[in-house]
């Protein structure tokens, strides 16, 4: 079969899709899409599925039964820019290819992220790793973050620039610019790892940030294979995954007998259910 062309992909080629105050996605290039996924899937299946309904539901079924390789036939290459703390995040995810703008070679610019009125809570108390986005933070408090936060970006920035101009090497004058400077690279992924990318950093669990960065790519891939998009949501994303603990639990409710889920295990299990907490 030839090239796949995807006209609505193809019309989001080279857009770029602010994130942040200075951030963006860009869909540099894909290969392959739900076609290809089901192409490369027939080689394993035999001619079966022929009608897009079949199409569709091959996909599904490879999705549940995690038989994940015809999903890496399909690769998205992005163009991102965004803080450095949001980089060193999404750099975790290794199965991706990239290329980073180079602090040795460019004079990095003044672009610093600083959080939006919106975006600034205190400390969680029930999660030691994220925001209390419940207790409204005072006016007054939230403007003196944000001014000192972009007081140090202008402060570092400065010194960063006499450093530059006193003739020191670039890889040196960087080393203290800070985690919310702005980085741009290029990044590859085949379509079964972004799925796991996606399930991870859209995750209410994920940090904000990093969060409006899947989103956007979320929308592209929904876009690049609209229906592996749409069973990587209901079978991944919104799909669940029970331990045999649970599993006992869910038995239990079911015969109307006593649950015997306790703490953290009971919040847990409640939150996968999407009840709340007690
Ligand atoms: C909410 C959240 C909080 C986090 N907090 C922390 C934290 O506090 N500290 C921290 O260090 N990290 C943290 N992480 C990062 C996390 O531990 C993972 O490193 C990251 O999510 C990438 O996941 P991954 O390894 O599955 O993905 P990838 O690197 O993309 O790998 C995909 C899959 O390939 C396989 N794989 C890839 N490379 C190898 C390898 N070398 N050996 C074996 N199998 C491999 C694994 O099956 C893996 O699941 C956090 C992530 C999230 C989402």
Redesign the pocket.
């Known amino acids: 079969m030839a090239h796949a062309v995807n006209p609505e992909a193809d019309a989001l080629l080279d857009k770029e899709f602010p994130v942040l105050d200075h951030g963006f996605v860009r869909l540099v290039d894909y290969l392959g899409g739900d076609d290809r996924i089901v192409q490369s899937a027939r080689v394993s299946y035999g001619k079966g599925t022929k009608t897009v309904r079949e199409d569709k539901g091959l996909i599904d079924y490879l999705m549940r039964h995690l038989h994940t390789s015809p999903f890496e036939q399909v690769i998205l290459s992005f163009h991102l820019k965004m803080p450095i703390f949001v980089a060193r ?1 999404w750099v ?5 290819r990239m290329n980073e703008i180079s602090g040795r070679y460019s004079v990095m610019r003044d672009e610093f992220y600083v959080p939006p009125a919106g975006a600034v809570h205190f400390q969680s108390k029930t999660n030691k ?1 994220g925001r209390d986005e419940e207790t409204p933070v005072p006016a007054e408090v939230v403007e003196s973050v944000r001014e000192t936060l972009a007081g140090e970006n202008r402060e570092t920035y400065a010194s960063y620039e006499k450093m530059l101009e006193d003739g020191i090497s670039r890889e040196l004058a960087r080393i203290n610019l800070p985690l919310s400077l702005y980085t741009e690279f290029y990044w590859q ?1 085949d379509l079964h ?1 972004l799925f ?2 996606l399930n ?2 859209l ?1 209410a ?3 904000l940030e990093i969060r409006l960065y899947a989103e956007v790519i979320a929308n592209i891939v929904k876009t690049v294979a609209p229906y592996a998009y749409e069973s990587f949501e209901r079978n991944i994303r919104y799909g669940r995954r029970f331990s045999s603990d649970e599993i006992e639990e869910i038995k239990r409710l079911a015969a109307g007998e006593e649950p015997q889920l306790t703490g953290r295990k009971l919040r847990e299990f409640r939150e996968k259910l999407g009840l709340p907490a007690d």
């Open positions: 995040q975790r995810h290794r199965t991706a790793q992924m790892n796991h990318f991870l950093r995750d669990h994920a940090q």
